[in-house]
């Protein structure tokens, strides 16, 4: 095999809470991730001569060592002393900055592909330990689907899929450092942990509206004073007709569950309408198959 073609999958965090703080500056938390079906393409070729090339469709996204999707290949590269190369494409369709792991993602990919395309014969746990190496939730991306993640996003259990439903995603036009809003999240005390346990119980039951009802994100009271059109958004989302609204990450993205897609594309365009965010769009929760 000599090329690969894959689908980084976009993240949505259904809970979110912050327990505590590390002498690294990295937080543990208790989250619930959702993958959802907005991607990026990733392209992978073997090359004879050795070496990292990548492009992509997105202009200002860098294209060296500083791209998450480049620094996984290098690890690969490095560790294995690969005698042949890899050129990447990255064709970008999740929003960048946003709260949805898109980096991450495309680093899973990476990590995913040429595990098959050189042989490595790494096994998912092993990819995972890499994973972390260059991001938080780059495990949870190469797992994929409705996990429970813990330690500081690497620690993953997974939980009964999430039922299907119609996600709304929108990103208005600003843009979040994660590392900004952890910090920034030390300096308040948190008035109200989210009820992960509430959620794995939905899930459990396969109650979508209790699921709706327990979904909650710390992260939202550092991000949404600085950008309020996230409530602006989670309001129109909620006035259309969805279970719940909020915030994914460190943000700026808001997502919503809805029962009923066409209340999902009414959402999506008042929110186009009143300017409050170009790149809006109705997916659906991506359920992994498990072997
Ligand atoms: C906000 C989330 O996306 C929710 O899924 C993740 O917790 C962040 O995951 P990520 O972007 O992959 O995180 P990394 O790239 O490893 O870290 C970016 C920055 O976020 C902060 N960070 C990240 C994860 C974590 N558990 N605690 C942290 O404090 C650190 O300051 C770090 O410098
Ligand atoms: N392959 C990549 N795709 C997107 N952004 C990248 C990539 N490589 C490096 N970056 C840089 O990483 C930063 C964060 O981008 P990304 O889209 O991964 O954030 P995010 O959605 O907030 O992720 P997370 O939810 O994991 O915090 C951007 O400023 C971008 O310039």
Same mark, same amino acid.
């Given at each position: 095999?000599?090329?690969?073609?894959?689908?980084?999958?976009?993240?949505?965090?259904?809970?979110?809470?912050?327990?505590?703080?590390?002498?690294?500056?990295?937080?543990?938390?208790?989250?619930?991730?959702?993958?959802?079906?907005?991607?990026?393409?990733?392209?992978?070729?073997?090359?004879?001569?050795?070496?990292?090339?990548?492009?992509?469709?997105?202009?200002?996204?860098?294209?060296?060592?500083?791209?998450?999707?480049?620094?996984?290949?290098?690890?690969?590269?490095?560790?294995?002393?690969?005698?042949?190369?890899?050129?990447?494409?990255?064709?970008?369709?999740?929003?960048?900055?946003?709260?949805?792991?898109?980096?991450?993602?495309?680093?899973?990919?990476?990590?995913?592909?040429?595990?098959?395309?050189?042989?490595?014969?790494?096994?998912?746990?092993?990819?995972?330990?890499?994973?972390?190496?260059?991001?938080?939730?780059?495990?949870?991306?190469?797992?994929? @689907?409705?996990?429970?993640?813990?330690?500081?996003?690497?620690?993953?259990?997974?939980?009964?899929?999430?039922?299907?439903?119609?996600?709304?995603?929108?990103?208005?036009?600003?843009?979040?450092?994660?590392?900004?809003?952890?910090?920034?999240?030390?300096?308040?005390?948190?008035?109200?942990?989210?009820?992960?346990? @509430?959620?794995?119980?939905?899930?459990?039951?396969?109650?979508?509206?209790?699921?709706?009802?327990?979904?909650?994100?710390?992260?939202?009271?550092?991000?949404?004073?600085?950008?309020?059109?996230?409530?602006?958004?989670?309001?129109?989302?909620?006035?259309?007709?969805?279970?719940?609204?909020?915030?994914?990450?460190?943000?700026?993205?808001?997502?919503?569950?809805?029962?009923?897609?066409?209340?999902?594309?009414?959402?999506?365009?008042?929110?186009?309408?009143?300017?409050?965010?170009?790149?809006?769009?109705?997916?659906?929760?991506?359920?992994?198959?498990?072997?």
């Amino acid at each position: 095999m000599r090329q690969l073609s894959l689908k980084a999958l976009a993240k949505i965090n259904l809970g979110l809470d912050v327990l505590g703080k590390r002498e690294n500056g990295y937080h543990d938390v208790r989250m619930v991730m959702q993958s959802v079906y907005l991607y990026d393409d990733v392209h992978i070729e073997k090359t004879e001569e050795e070496g990292i090339s990548l492009e992509t469709n997105l202009h200002f996204l860098p294209t060296d060592e500083s791209n998450i999707a480049y620094k996984a290949a290098k690890l690969l590269s490095d560790e294995f002393h690969l005698r042949q190369g890899v050129k990447i494409a990255l064709e970008k369709h999740i929003p960048v900055a946003a709260g949805l792991a898109g980096g991450s993602s495309n680093a899973a990919a990476v990590l995913f592909g040429m595990n098959r395309l050189f042989d490595l014969h790494l096994t998912q746990e092993e990819l995972m330990d890499r994973g972390v190496k260059l991001g938080a939730d780059v495990p949870y991306c190469i797992m994929r @689907g409705t996990v429970l993640a813990e330690g500081i996003g690497e620690k993953l259990t997974m939980l009964p899929a999430m039922p299907k439903c119609t996600v709304l995603i929108a990103k208005p036009p600003v843009s979040v450092s994660t590392k900004m809003v952890y910090e920034a999240l030390d300096a308040e005390i948190i008035q109200k942990h989210p009820d992960i346990d @509430g959620l794995i119980h939905g899930l459990e039951h396969q109650a979508l509206y209790e699921i709706a009802a327990c979904m909650g994100n710390v992260l939202e009271d550092v991000t949404i004073p600085m950008y309020p059109v996230i409530e602006e958004i989670k309001k129109e989302m909620k006035a259309a007709g969805a279970l719940n609204a909020m915030m994914s990450g460190s943000g700026p993205t808001v997502f919503g569950l809805f029962e009923n897609r066409t209340d999902a594309r009414k959402a999506q365009i008042r929110i186009r309408e009143k300017a409050l965010a170009k790149q809006v769009f109705v997916t659906n929760v991506h359920g992994v198959r498990r072997k």
